[in-house]
Antibody, heavy 117, light 107 residues
């Protein structure tokens, strides 16, 4: 069974750094792209970035490039999303998703990030 | 970026109703159009990919159609578990972009 398990909720202050994770299991981690999607409170879905763990190819949405970094460690089948300096506007639920072909076929349970002073 | 616009933004319906949601793209996305269902507090789930292909395990009361810039998601007979928010997504160009969502509520 394909599963994506994300790290737990985080509460941070503006300016702090953060790295959240998404561990895949039940499939060959290096054969599928894996990406991150943001959902701000009460709002819709926004595609942020995607990585291919097999060759580390990365693509970012222009809206997020420069503010977040996507990475992956194929030895532990885990993808990451990190911020070096959080803003209050980063408060959101973040989902990782496996990209199977032209769509996201499996999703993590979500990681809630709250940034507040 | 390709803008995706869904209509309506919300609708009220009853069990057994036929429901149709429309998604329009600001430029052609061919058939690279997906539909997701999201329930409160849960991650989205894929329903339809490539405009009209039903994902494995999704009930046949869900169907999708369209190509180019105009697409529809139809639920043939609404069941209680179908009250949720539905999103279209184009995956033709990077970045993929989502519609704003359509909330299907109980009438």
């Amino acid at each position: 069974e394909v599963q994506l398990v994300q790290s737990g909720a985080e509460v941070k202050k503006p300016g702090e750094s953060l790295k959240i994770s998404c561990q895949g299991s039940g499939y060959s981690f290096t054969n599928y792209w894996i990406g991150w999607v943001r959902q701000m409170p009460g709002k819709g879905l926004e595609w942020m970035a995607i990585i291919h763990p097999g060759d580390s190819e990365i693509r970012y949405s222009p809206s997020f490039q420069g503010h977040v970094t996507i990475s992956a460690d194929k030895s532990i089948s885990t993808a990451y999303l990190q911020w070096s300096s959080l803003r209050a506007s980063d408060t959101a639920m973040y989902y990782c998703a496996r990209h199977g072909g032209s769509y996201d076929d499996h999703w993590g349970q979500g990681t809630l990030v709250t940034v507040s002073s | 970026d390709t803008q995706m616009t869904q209509s309506p933004s919300s609708l009220s319906a009853s069990i057994g109703d036929r429901v149709t949601i429309t998604c329009r793209a600001s430029q052609s996305v061919s058939t690279y159009l997906n539909w997701y269902q999201q329930k409160p507090g849960k991650a989205p789930k894929i329903l339809i990919y490539a405009a009209s292909s039903l994902h494995s395990g999704v009930p046949s009361r869900f169907s999708g159609s369209g190509s180019g810039t105009e697409f529809t998601l139809t639920i043939s007979s609404l069941l209680p578990g179908d009250f949720a928010t539905y999103y279209c997504e184009q995956s033709y160009s990077t970045p993929p972009t989502f519609g704003q969502g359509t909330k299907v509520e109980v009438k």
